[in-house]
């Protein structure tokens, strides 16, 4: 990508002339200097050819000699439009003695732009130039807009695409680096108040910016005089200000002390977001133009954040009010539960947890709707409270799930759900473990043994009858873990080994029900994809008999 303003049609222009002959060098470059131009200038093709390797500034035009002694000036145009670094030079061919309309047919066939034949006027060589240069100009202006434009997508697509205000302002400034060619800073506030800046440092070959071009920096957008004086107004409003008006700034990226700031608000009422790159990088209106639709699109990008944190708060909130406020206090066993959302959705999910006092003993669940919708969550309440009330009347846990069963088929859940319920009867110390198509629990006797407990039956919601309890003995000091599978499930992995890992972390963790659950949390941190509800026991309580 071209960075910097192109010359009008007009103006101007680096020509190279190729000739062998040095008269006509002379009155080549005296006609061109004469109406502005510089002119460089090579004896032979090689010599051209090497001028064009080394040159760190490209010649516009090249006026080339047909008749060279080293190779014929039909070859040095191939070789020009064959290297990509060269194949937009305008070549210009000239000749005193290829002059028939064979010569001028094959010049223009291998490449050339015109072809002129001596003698030449001057008007007629300028003209010539000019009209080369019109069009070539015109054509590089193109192939950058198109450029840019294509960059300012990806742009818009990395703005869309982040997850968090410091994302939307590290993808905004490598996107106003890249299209602009230019270091880049962006400032905006987040939709909980908080301030967030990054900037663009620079961008690589082709114009590429690497994540490493970009770097968070401490900058206040509310610091910035033109930001309160955009007012209530929506849309994008471009100002010039010194550096030294924005506190903080970071003073190596503007050199001339000058900055483009485009304003932008989606709203009415939001905050608006700055977007600043040096004043000499936006010279021309399409530059303009460009640094303000990147700007609306980082204010579009952060509304869309703000509605997705809004709605994703209220989710985290009504679904925390289905769960458990706190855990009972049992002599039976010590208790710690994590409960951990979806980062990735917005969505309520469905996964719970229940630890209840009753008679004879301590019952616990951990359970999963399928999906992510305000229905799972709906309907995981709705779950969870007759839960309740079929353990408080003293039914079994084989029981309960034939009961919630009947009740999902009864109201016509559209939704089915996993469910492992462990009864700890205080009576016998057992264990008493019904799962309805849920992961089986893990069980670590205080022998360090690690099993688990894989008889279960169908899932709820189906209609099929469910199997007796398991009955498990779990001496004093035995840990159980009950999980729903947010917690091991991955993409491309086993199910199978990932509860065997489960299994092996658990083996090696201390007997702290607190410490077991950051523990295991550690061991499979969460991928964001799923939500996971998980739990601990110790259980403590010594059996009055027991009955095997």
């Excluded at 301590?362 to 309740?388: K, T």
């Excluded at 729903?484 to 963790?509: K, P």
Aim: proline share 7%; net charge negative; glycine share 8%.
């Amino acid at each position: 990508m071209i960075a910097g303003p192109f010359p009008s049609d007009h103006s101007p222009a680096r020509v190279l002339v190729v000739d062998d002959n040095p008269t006509n060098r002379y009155v080549l470059r005296t006609t061109l200097s004469r109406a502005g131009h510089t002119v460089v200038e090579a004896e032979d093709g090689t010599g051209a050819l090497a001028l064009l390797k080394d040159a760190e500034t490209l010649p516009e035009v090249a006026v080339v000699d047909v008749r060279l002694p080293d190779m014929t000036g039909f070859e040095v145009c191939e070789r020009i439009k064959a290297d990509p670094a060269t194949a937009a030079l305008p070549v210009l061919h000239v000749s005193a003695s290829a002059i028939t309309v064979d010569d001028r047919t094959q010049g223009l066939n291998r490449g050339a732009d015109a072809y002129l034949t001596e003698p030449i006027a001057p008007d007629e060589l300028l003209a010539t130039v000019t009209a080369t240069l019109r069009y070539a100009r015109a054509r590089r202006r193109a192939e950058r807009l198109a450029d840019r434009l294509l960059h300012l997508n990806e742009a818009t697509l990395l703005l869309y695409s982040a997850d968090s205000a410091a994302g939307v302002a590290r993808a905004a400034a490598r996107g106003a680096a890249i299209v602009l060619g230019a270091p880049a800073v962006a400032a905006i506030i987040s939709p909980h108040g908080e301030p967030a800046s990054a900037a663009g440092t620079g961008t690589g070959a082709g114009g590429q910016a690497s994540p490493d071009s970009v770097v968070d920096v401490r900058l206040d957008a509310r610091d910035l005089p033109p930001y309160h004086e955009f007012g209530d107004r929506t849309g994008t409003r471009l100002v010039t200000v010194h550096t030294h008006e924005w506190p903080g700034f970071p003073q190596e990226l503007a050199s001339r002390g000058r900055l483009a700031v485009a304003v932008a608000r989606a709203k009415p009422g939001r905050q608006p977001v700055c977007l600043a790159v040096p004043a000499e990088a936006v010279s021309t209106p399409d530059d303009e133009q460009l640094l303000a639709q990147l700007a609306q699109a980082c204010a579009l990008a952060l509304e869309a954040l703000r509605s997705y944190t809004e709605e994703h708060d209220l989710a985290l909130t009504l679904q925390r009010s289905f769960l458990p406020e706190t855990l009972p206090d049992s002599h039976l066993a010590d208790l710690a539960v994590r409960y951990l959302p979806a980062s990735d959705h917005a969505e309520i999910g469905g996964d719970f947890y229940e630890a209840l006092p009753t008679r004879g003993g301590l019952l616990l669940a951990v359970g999963d709707v399928a999906g992510h919708s305000l229905d799972a969550a709906m309907l995981m309440g709705q779950v969870r409270h007759a839960l309740r009330a079929y353990a408080i009347e003293g039914h079994p846990p084989h029981d309960i799930l034939g009961r919630l069963d009947h009740l999902l088929t009864a109201v016509r859940a559209r939704l089915t759900l996993t469910l492992c319920i462990v009864f700890i009867d205080e009576a016998t110390g057992l264990l008493h473990i019904a799962n309805a198509g849920h992961l089986p629990p893990l069980l670590r006797t205080p022998d360090g043994n690690v099993r688990s407990v894989d008889e279960h039956g169908p899932l709820l919601g189906i209609g099929l009858p469910h199997p007796a309890s398991t009955a498990v003995e779990a001496p004093p000091g035995s840990i159980l873990v009950m999980t729903t599978d947010g917690l091991i499930e991955r993409r491309h992995e086993h199910l199978g080994l990932s509860l065997e890992r489960l299994e092996s972390v658990l083996g090696r963790l201390p007997a702290d029900v607190e410490e077991i659950c950051d523990g295991l949390l550690e061991a499979f941190p969460p991928n964001g994809e799923d939500d996971i509800a998980l739990m601990a026991v110790r259980v403590t309580g010594a059996p009055r008999s027991l009955t095997l």
